[in-house]
C-alpha cells in the first residue's frame, strides 16, 4: 500500500499543477526534440557527398555541444522557477505533518515522471519532424543534398543519456 501512495500523490499534482506544469513539459519536450534533431543532422551519412563536409560536420558538432549546453542551463532555469512555484504547497504538506523526506519522494518522483514523459514525446517528435528540420536546414543553408527519412539508434541513445544525465543533475540540485 505505501508503495503505490507516493506515485499516485505525485500524478495527481502533476494533474492538479498543470497550468503550471504544462509550460515547463512543453519547454522539455521542444528542448529534448531540437537537440534530437541537430543531433540526427550532424550523425547524417548524406553530409559526407556535400562538398566541404567535414568543415559542416565540425560546425554541426560544434552547434550540438552548444545546444546542449543551452539546454541544460534552460532547463536548470526552467526547473527552478517551477520549485519556487511549489513553495507554498510544500508548506501545506508540512502543516499537514509530512515530513522532509516524504515530501522529497513525492517531488523526485514527480520530476522522475516529467522528466520520463518529456524526453519519450521529445524523441517521438523529434523523429515525426526530423526530415521538415533537415529540409529547413539545407534550405537556409541553400545546398542541395537528398536526404532520405531516418530513423537512427545512436542520435537517440546519446539524446536519452545526455537528458538523463540533466533530469538527473536537476533532481539532486533541487530535492537533496
Known sequence: MRNVLYPKLAATNIKKNGKTYFPYLLTCILTVM???????????????????????RLIL???VTITGGFSAIFLFYTNSFLVRQRKKEMGIYIFM??????????????????????????????????????????RMSEISVKIRFSVSLKPMVITSLMFVCIYGLMILKEYY
Open 61 to 63: 558538432n560544434f552547434a
Open 97 to 138: 505533518g509530512l515530513d522532509n523526506t516524504r515530501i522529497g519522494k513525492m517531488f523526485v518522483l514527480e520530476a522522475l515522471f516529467m522528466g520520463l514523459s518529456a524526453l519519450i514525446s521529445g524523441i517521438f517528435f523529434g523523429v515525426l519532424f526530423s526530415k521538415l528540420f533537415q529540409m529547413l536546414l539545407l
Open 34 to 56: 531540437m537537440f534530437y534533431d541537430l543531433l540526427l543532422v550532424s550523425t547524417n551519412s548524406a553530409l559526407d557527398t556535400m562538398p566541404g563536409a567535414s568543415q559542416l
